[in-house]
């Protein structure tokens, strides 16, 4: 079974300031996919990045880049110039192959302080 | 991408009693996920819902409880039944369009069981 950890249950960070979020994940599986979904208080989830497993290259997306170690599993959020708007739940997912599913980490709760 | 509503966004809904919620795709799509969140937590997958087929259910969910239909291609209906205040929550629709790799999620609905 896949299962998907982040240690920060809690982060701030202060407006323009750049954060990190951590996430490690445990897989024997070689084709997968991972990502990262924000979701503000009260409001729906969306995708903020995705990762394929088999390019080595990080994704990034404007002020959104990931850090992905594979033979560590480990897989990493970056925010650059840190908005208000980016107060929100942050959840790691994995995904097999097309299987669709996938299985999330337990959340991190980021504050961006003005 | 694709767009997703549900049915309804919120209810409060005696014990014993069932509730049924909708899920409505603007694209067709072949797979549709239902979740369970608590407020604050992380997602658990409930079933997959594919059309054509009967939904499978992860570890711990079953049909008597969790009723799923998929009559088609663009609507799903998840049915909570004899419903208790452990089944306060909210309840996701998500779905992957085509070989996008990708989740997308409704609103979500937020159900409390007195």
């Known amino acids: 079974a896949q299962t998907v950890t982040q240690s920060q249950p809690e982060m701030s960070v202060q407006e323009a300031e750049t954060v990190t979020l951590s996430c490690t994940y445990d897989?024997?599986?070689?084709?997968?996919?991972l990502f990262w979904y924000k979701q503000p208080p009260s409001r729906q989830m969306i995708l903020v990045i995705r990762?394929?497993?088999?390019?080595?290259q990080n994704a990034t997306e404007n002020r959104f880049s990931v850090n992905f170690q594979k033979a560590a599993k480990s897989f990493s959020l970056k925010i650059s110039d840190s908005q208000l708007g980016d107060t929100a739940m942050y959840f790691c997912?994995?995904?097999?192959?097309?299987?669709?599913?996938?299985?999330f980490g337990d959340g991190t709760t980021l504050t961006v302080k003005p | 991408s694709a767009v997703i509503s549900q049915k309804p966004s919120r209810d409060i809904c005696q014990r014993g009693t069932s509730l049924t919620i909708q899920c409505q795709v603007d694209?067709?799509?072949?797979?549709m996920f239902w979740y369970r969140q608590q407020p604050g937590q992380s997602l658990t997958l409930i079933a997959t819902?594919?059309?054509?087929?009967?939904?499978?259910?992860e570890s711990g969910f079953v049909i008597d409880k969790f009723p799923i239909s998929r009559p088609n291609l663009t609507f799903s209906t998840l049915t909570v039944s004899n419903m208790s205040p452990e089944d306060s929550s909210i309840y996701l629709c998500?779905?992957?369009?085509?070989?996008?790799?990708?989740?997308?999620f409704g609103p979500g609905t937020r159900l409390t069981v007195t």
């Open positions: 997912a994995f995904m097999i192959g097309n299987a669709g599913k996938s299985t």
């Open positions: 990762q394929e497993a088999y390019k080595q």
């Open positions: 897989t024997s599986e070689s084709n997968y996919y």
């Open positions: 998500s779905v992957m369009p085509g070989q996008a790799y990708e989740q997308y």
């Open positions: 694209s067709q799509v072949t797979m």
């Open positions: 819902a594919n059309q054509g087929s009967e939904a499978t259910y």
